[in-house]
């Protein structure tokens, strides 16, 4: 019988599933170290947040073949290096949607109506309902950042309540945002105009630290803020400082930059109209059953031999299948994930096209593939091999599949072709002999580069001395360039530069970039 370990505490609904085909071991208690030493031992593991599945473990790890998130984030799972050992890492993205939204709404009801404050008066003896004088939030405006599953319901209550909706997610469109209910806005306004703001968003560079002490400042005085997503979208600092001089009307924190929040946190300090709770947003007793059925289920089906339903890293095909189509699936993902960074904002339309020995494969698996990487930037670990295509679908992105066998300067290649509310782009990739990635052009310019964790392009006029000035630029901003190529059809024409970086671009650097003369446009795209 295959072994399972269950490192954090899950539902016994999840447990009993399991028992049916493995020997199922519990131990909540386990160190980083004791992980290392045990997992030679399992065929699959199971967690919550609390586990830290770090790549020591997965590389200590000799028959492991899946890990199972029961819940939505595998932030704290290494899953590049799982994938790179062919172990699939589940997870259960809607199972605890409702329980995380209704979080939300209650903090909100909450922050208007002082719930813990009065509480505690009246535990303390008092009897004061001057001091507790609330505010409703019928006819308010509620803004709304990340307008996915947890947001989308939120709206639904919110609207219930009688609230003005606002959103902010550049990835969704005008009409989807309108069938909620949501007049879609760009983030300043909604910083300016909302009386309520709920965050629902994943953790990326672009939201980290999104309400920062400048964003702040541009809110209304008595703002109500809600954060029921990721730690460290709101810099912790300056809202204990914001709140200390009552300069906004009240936050509400279910998580944090630092889990368990520190001991030396400045929101600690802050006495009033912060309300704090340990990441319970998924904490009721039926998204916990929803989390653990959803995980053991795949868990017990990739145990027997079968596909997951959600895998974040590795579409559920029957293994003989998966093999042959494996590294085609990671070209498509990286060139999706490629593109939609070139492009930016909103994709309105996909286009996929097989070239080569490609063509003569299925199209279903590699379309899939593409939609999940050009998704990626949204959605991260949300979005896998089977609900890629739905959320393409809900966000208004047309797909269109071509093949053409006869361009053969590679084996197989695929051309991605995005057009979006910013611009249209295209890129092309190959695989090498042995299975390795090119990116063998962008935007029409031919290139032939491997995919890096970092990279930077720039769009130019070919000139003398361009590359040098982009080069000492870097230099001087300690970014290191592991390596450089230029594209360009005709010369003295237009091309581009793709540079691989060591380090991600300093604040600012990308702005003094663009001002090189000849620079007519310069992006970067974390791969
Ligand atoms: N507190 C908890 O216990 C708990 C429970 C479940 C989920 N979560 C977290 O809640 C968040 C939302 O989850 P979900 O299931 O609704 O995810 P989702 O993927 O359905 O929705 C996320 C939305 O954010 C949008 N988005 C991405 N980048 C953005 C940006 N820069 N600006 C504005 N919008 C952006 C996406 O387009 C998407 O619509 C996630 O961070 C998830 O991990 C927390
Ligand atoms: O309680 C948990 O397991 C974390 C819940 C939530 O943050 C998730 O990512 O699903």
Redesign the pocket.
Known sequence: MPKLLVSDPIDQAGIDILSQVAQVDVETSLSQEDLVRVIPEYDALMIRSGTRVTKEIIEAATQLKIIGRA???VDNVDVATATRKGIVVVNS?EG??IA?AE?AIAMMLSLSRYIPDANQSVKSGKWNRKAFVGTEVYKKTLGI???????SHVAAAAKAMGMKLIA?????STERAEQIGCRLVDLDLLFREADYITL?????A??ANMIDAAALAKMKPNVRIVN???GGIIDEAALAEALREERIGGAAL??FENEPLEADSPLRSVGKQLILTP????STAEAQVNVAIDVAEQIRDVLLGLPARSAVNIPGLYPDALEKLRPYLQLAETLGNLVGQVAGGRIELLNVRMQGDLANNDSQPVVVAALKGLLSQ??RE?VNYVNASIEAKERGIRVIETRDASIRDYAGSLHLEAKGSLGDHAVTGALLGDGEIRITDIDEFPINVPPNHYMLFTRHRDMPGIIGKIGSLLGSFNVNIASMQVGRKIVRGDAVMVLSIDDPLPDGLLDEIKKVPGIRDAYTVTL
Do not use: Q
């Open positions: 819940g939505v984030g993205p605890n949607t995380a979080h950042v990340g307008l996915g599953k947890i947001g902010y997610d550049p990835f969704i629902h968003v994943p953790k990326t672009e939201t029921c997503s990721r279910d998580v990441h319970l947003g998924a949204a959605l949300r």
